[in-house]
């Protein structure tokens, strides 16, 4: 009798399914400000462009970094909306942020390898580490620092094993976004090691505030720095599947081969969209993030009113309050408000250590969605609030 058990790999088996996975089996009725996925359409010439492509027949493999206008493209869009100075073939076209995030492990991490992550961080960070065998050195961020990562923290977990250091902002799940201090501190410990910068800047485009800031500005980081990013989030593209990656060639090229490897490209349609989107599509992209912004601040005076203290935002599409004053454990406190107030939020602990005690709601949802969401939390905290006093 074959025994399946005994064929599966003991790093597949460490690692636990995706959080995120449950909210697309919800009960009806159940409300869910689980996912991180926009829920505008992708722009309409990005769109007819994917459509224009298959109907020409470019429908072939393409290229395996990328189709040649895309690169381009992409290395004029990054200088003139971020000042970074990638050429074309500093570029490599991916399958999603996903797939690039999981190529620049497999190159680069092995094991004994350390990975500093600042955690809650995205959940799938730690798992594409672990499979390629590296060791996951959280750094807790806490909400008493603004969920920003303290230099004095990242120096203590540096060690002779430490490869690299993942960064992201704006956050997922907390929103936070990291200032030019907070860079130059993050690069005065880096300078004098040799550990590598992931930084993962999905959600670049969607800063309310401020414009976006990186380590790229830092002086002497761009040399170790690998930025990934993508369209699924600014270009409401997320089923389209096109991320991508940008570093030195040095650092670019074990990452795209390892990509190479898995999928030998990313969907040349999928690129055609992309390039429109680039191309044709920024006043859309204008017009999703002042909606976003317009969210966040209905939501913030919710949670405020609701009395779920918040660290503020300052970009992407989530917020990360503290549910401790309820004496409930974030999952108790979710599996509550989904069966009681009919919402479904992920709990903090999803994110990894330093996600107890907080609860992820994403605000990529209709303002009719979130009225109602939050009009049911509301009812759903007072509730609770009553059972406190009563006992
Ligand atoms: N990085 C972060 C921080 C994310 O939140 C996500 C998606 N939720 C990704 C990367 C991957 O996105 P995609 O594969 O759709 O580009």
Known sequence: MFDCSKVQSSRQTAIQPLAIEEFFNLAPGVISL?????????????GEAGVAAITHGKTS???????????????????????YSYAPQEICITVGGSLALDSVMRAFVEPGDEVI??????????????????????VVKRAEDGFRLRPEALAAAITPQTKMLVLTSPDNPT???????????IADVLR???????????????????????????????ERTLLISGFSKMYAMTGWRIGYMCAPRELLAP????????????????????????RQCSDDVERMVAEYDRRLHYVMQRLEEIGLPCVRP????????????????SAEFCA??????????????????????????????????????????????AKLREQCIAV
């Open 61 to 83: 493999y393409p290229p395996s970094e990328g189709i040649p206008q895309l690169r381009q493209e992409m290395s004029h869009y990054l200088r003139d909306k971020f000042g």
């Open 314 to 329: 300052g970009g992407a599409f989530y917020v990360f309050p503290s549910i401790r004053h309820t004496g409930l454990s």
């Open 34 to 46: 689980g996912i991180g996925e926009p829920d505008f359409h992708t722009p309409r010439k990005a």
């Open 175 to 185: 929103g936070v976004t990291l200032s030019p201090a907070d860079f130059a501190a």
């Open 192 to 222: 004098d090691t040799n550990v590598m910068v992931v930084t993962d800047e999905i959600y670049a485009e969607l800063c309310y505030h401020d414009r976006h800031h990186s380590i790229l500005e830092q002086p002497d980081m761009r």
């Open 117 to 138: 992550l600042p955690t809650p961080a995205f959940s799938c960070y730690d798992p594409a580490i672990r499979m390629a065998g590296g060791t996951v050195v959280p």
């Open 336 to 381: 509550r408000l989904r069966d009681e107030g009919r919402v479904a939020v992920i709990p903090g602990p999803a994110f990894g250590e330093g996600g107890e005690g907080f609860i992820r709601i994403s605000y990529a949802y209709s303002m009719d969605t979130l009225k109602e969401a939050f009009d049911r939390i509301a009812a759903f905290c």
């Open 255 to 278: 990452a795209a081969k390892m990509h190479s490897i898995a999928v030998m490209c990313a969907s040349g349609i999928a690129q055609y969209a992309a390039l429109a989107g680039l």
